[in-house]
């Protein structure tokens, strides 16, 4: 790579995870020696298994470690450059930084417009320019737009994903962190919620990094990818190039040269060994 082609890439990337140890419990290691990037206007996602680590490396980003009794020990977080290890998440906010939880987690009692109104909290250019976002958001989501007076404890899990993303939406962030976006939902739900990311990153320019089980439809949006195993990189590339690769393919795809086949079928050693090779 040429030096420009290095300033460039420099200048592009947005948030840049290097080399980080999370530790819960002070005994319990879950991260070891994690390394990642998102680069301006880009989807990234962060794919693996249950226990892989994806959920544990959002929260190191935007600071949530602390509620669970876990901290980074090792490494640095810089977002444009300047670590932001120190900040709380509300200062990660006002910074652009943003996460949409696994698991959705809307305020029950309150409607789908005052969920939505919690995303501005922090914002102070006035109820005009709040209003216009609730109807930009409303734009993305005409589903929610049908149910704005509804209790959000009340609409189905698709909506209240969608519910989620738009009060993230919100507080007008610059990137924006998904944890599980398909998780427990229809695989037509889980296309339309993928669609809207996608409309979100080209028409308004939010990038977005994404810890999903989903792999296939994961690759199928994102522009590059990260496969973590127990708390570590083990590959990672292009999206594109993931989708390809016979190892992904085979043991997150479940596909083989042989034809389809069961994760079960394969043998879990055999997999490490391949990563580590």
């Known amino acids: 790579m040429s030096m420009s082609e290095e300033t460039q890439t420099s200048q592009d990337c947005l948030l840049e995870v290097n080399n980080i ?9 879950a991260l070891k020696g994690v390394s ?4 301006e206007g880009g989807i990234t996602a962060i794919l693996g298994g249950n226990g892989a680590g ?18 980074v020990t090792k490494g640095v977080i810089s977002y444009r450059g300047e670590p932001i290890a120190d900040l709380n998440p509300a200062a990660l906010v006002k910074k ?3 996460q949409v ?3 959705r987690h809307c305020f029950e009692h309150l409607t789908i417009d005052e969920n939505l109104l919690t995303g501005a909290f922090t ?3 006035g109820s005009g320019a709040i209003n216009s976002d609730i109807d930009l958001v409303y734009s993305y989501f005409p589903r929610l737009k ?18 989620a993303v738009g009060r ?4 007008r962030p610059e990137t924006i962190l998904l944890d599980e976006p398909s998780m427990g939902l229809a695989p037509q739900l889980v296309e339309e919620i993928f669609d809207i990311i996608k409309d979100l990153n080209e028409k308004e320019k939010v990038s977005f990094l994404l810890a999903e089980q989903n792999t296939s439809v994961a690759l199928r949006y994102a522009h590059h990818g990260y496969i973590l195993e127990s708390g570590r990189v083990v590959m990672d590339g292009p999206a594109e190039e993931l989708a390809q690769n016979p190892d992904v393919k085979e043991f997150y795809l479940g596909i083989s040269d042989e034809g389809r086949k069961s994760f079960r079928d394969t043998r879990s050693y055999r997999r490490r060994k391949r990563w580590l090779n």
Do not use: P
């Not at 490396?57 to 669970?68: F, R």
């Not at 049908?146 to 519910?163: D, F, N, P, T, V």
């Open 146 to 163: 049908e149910r704005r007076k509804s209790l959000a404890g009340y609409i189905s899990g698709g909506e209240q994903q969608m519910c």
């Open 96 to 98: 652009g930084v943003v």
């Open 21 to 29: 140890e999370v530790l819960y419990n002070h005994v319990i290691l």
């Open 36 to 39: 990642l990037s998102l680069q």
């Open 54 to 71: 994806k959920t544990t490396t959002l929260k190191a980003i935007s600071n949530l470690l602390h509620s669970e009794r876990g901290e």
């Open 123 to 125: 914002r102070k250019d």
């Open 101 to 103: 939880m696994e698991g």
């Open 168 to 171: 993230a939406l919100m507080s």
